[in-house]
């Protein structure tokens, strides 16, 4: 009863701050003209217009298939080389100077730099997406192997249990676990980098390319629509793999 | 069989164990007791095979051993079936089929048939010790390593799984070193006793409870745990005293 209430007090703080940027966004649009700020309604019928069109659906689809690339590819090298660091100490040193350049290296340049050595393309995006994305997913899956249950590796060790049963029944859903809400992130941050590097890269689908030629054309609803149609579809997917997440989880986790 | 002879082990140059000696025969099962930090996990550790000792030698020709750790030690993200299973893979001789089998049979053995797929939070104290009971005597042990597996539940619980414990050994004997620091504990399961004293810890004294374990009545018990318990307390009194000489029990 009272999680309910407290559930319902949330959404409505929820729906109240989105009331408020959209009357925010209204008074920018009667202030400055819809060339330079269309209206909130222009621009649900923008979005409309585009999720209705199939260049647009076209467009999306481009981008989110690059995008579930990107992460799959990312899920991949970042937590093979987060665990056997995890396990070969000189690997994590070895690592250290190519994480520290990822870190430090701004999107932007390390775009511009991937363009200038091998040229534009779909290939070059996704690079770039992994790349950036690299040192979030691998410093939590060293951390998560650093943190392993030293209790629990005893008790591997006392049953004497063979080391591809550790790997599967221990290490790796103890690292994919404590890893899950970092992939969520990471899944965040691709479509963001994502959009950058085809914008950057002068891709001709997607929707960095859209939000481009909107920009180009000043067709600042149709600019606006894109940026609401990208900002929800990153709030689904984060929601959706969340609420996977959660739904496996829990039922471990019950009672904790 | 399982003896240690002059066992001395040593964790970052301070000594725990010094020069520990004795000698577990067939189906017979020995009580070690001490105070905490004494090294009595230390003699079950080095008695897995999961720690070596700094010297001296254990002679062992038990092939399974089953370990129950104070606390289940499950793997959270497996069901009790799962968690049971899980100590069977190594064994090839077996389909995946008849290591699950086997398993559920262990946990209904132990009262948990119901709660097979079951994940270990979902399951009470008592449950989950109860399915790492189960993880040990599913191999059918040759040699099972208690250590204070029944400390932190309350005094009922405590019972009940003593209980099972002792009907488990009678349908599968197995050699057993039980760590406890209750001598109530001690005269109830084991067949003789140990106790650690001093500092680096050393076997101070022994003790053999010849009565079988379905003749030991309440004043025996009782007798039995008095006099434990003051060898306990004596040798408390004389940990400031010297501590020279080592003790050797079989």
Not at chain 1, 119 to 142: D, E, H, N, R
Not at chain 1, 175 to 203: D, H, K, Q, S, T
Not at chain 2, 12 to 19: K, T
Not at chain 2, 165 to 191: F, G
Request: proline letters at 5%.
């Amino acid at each position: 009863m009272i999680k309910s209430r407290k559930k319902r007090s949330a959404y409505l703080w929820m729906a109240l701050g989105i009331l408020t940027i959209g009357a925010g966004w209204q008074w920018m649009a009667m202030l400055y003209g819809p060339l330079i700020v269309p209206s909130p309604s222009e621009t649900l019928k923008a979005v409309f217009s585009l999720l209705s069109s199939l260049e647009g659906l076209a467009d999306i689809y481009q981008t989110f298939y690059r995008c579930l690339i990107a992460l799959l590819l990312l899920t991949i090298t970042a937590v093979t080389a987060g665990m056997l660091a995890g396990f070969k100490p000189w690997l994590v040193q070895f690592l250290k100077p190519l994480n520290d350049i990822l870190i430090a290296i701004p999107p932007v340049a390390l775009t511009l730099l991937v363009i200038f050595l091998f040229g534009g393309g779909a290939v070059q995006t996704v690079a770039v997406a992994v790349a950036l994305g690299f040192p979030l997913l691998y410093g939590a899956t060293l951390t998560a192997v650093r943190s392993l249950d030293k209790d629990l590796l005893e008790m591997f060790r006392a049953y004497k249990i063979s080391k591809t049963v550790q790997l599967w029944d221990g290490f790796l859903p103890a690292v994919i676990y404590a890893v899950l809400p970092n992939i969520l992130l990471a899944a965040g941050l691709i479509v963001r980098l994502m959009v950058m590097a085809e914008i950057i890269v002068g891709m001709h689908k997607g929707i960095g390319p859209a939000l481009s030629i909107a920009r180009v054309h000043m067709a600042t609803e149709e600019l606006f629509a894109w940026l609401l149609i990208m900002a929800a579809a990153v709030l689904i997917i984060e929601g959706a793999l969340l609420y996977l997440t959660k739904k496996h989880l829990m039922q471990w986790q019950a009672g904790r | 069989m399982l003896e240690f002879k002059n066992i001395t082990k040593s964790f970052h140059n301070r000594i725990i164990l010094h020069n520990i000696s004795f000698r577990l025969e067939n189906s017979r099962i020995l009580a070690i007791l001490g105070p905490s930090g004494i090294g009595k996990t230390t003699i079950l550790r080095i008695a897995a095979g999961t720690l070596r000792p700094d010297s001296g030698e254990v002679y062992s020709d038990r092939q399974r051993v089953g370990f129950v750790f104070q606390e289940p030690r499950l793997l959270p993200w497996r069901t009790a079936l799962a968690n049971v299973t899980l100590v069977l893979k190594n064994n090839k001789a077996l389909s995946g089929k008849q290591q699950a089998e086997k398993a559920a049979a262990m946990l209904k053995r132990l009262g948990l048939q119901g709660f097979a797929h079951y994940y270990p939070a979902q399951l009470s104290g008592g449950m989950r010790q109860r399915v790492a009971i189960a993880r040990a005597f599913v191999l059918e042990p040759d040699l099972l390593l208690l250590d204070e597996p029944f400390s932190g539940l309350d005094l009922g619980l405590k019972s009940s799984l003593q209980q099972m414990l002792l009907e488990l050994l009678a349908w599968h004997p197995a050699d057993m070193l039980y760590v406890t620091h209750e001598p109530d504990d001690a005269v109830l399961l084991a067949d003789q006793a140990i106790v650690l004293a001093g500092e680096p810890g050393r076997i101070t004294a022994g003790m053999e409870l010849d009565l079988p374990r379905e003749q030991r009545d309440q004043p025996y018990l009782h007798a039995q745990a008095a006099k434990l318990t003051a060898i306990l307390a004596g040798n408390q009194k004389s940990q400031r005293g010297s501590q020279k000489g080592s003790g050797q029990f079989s």
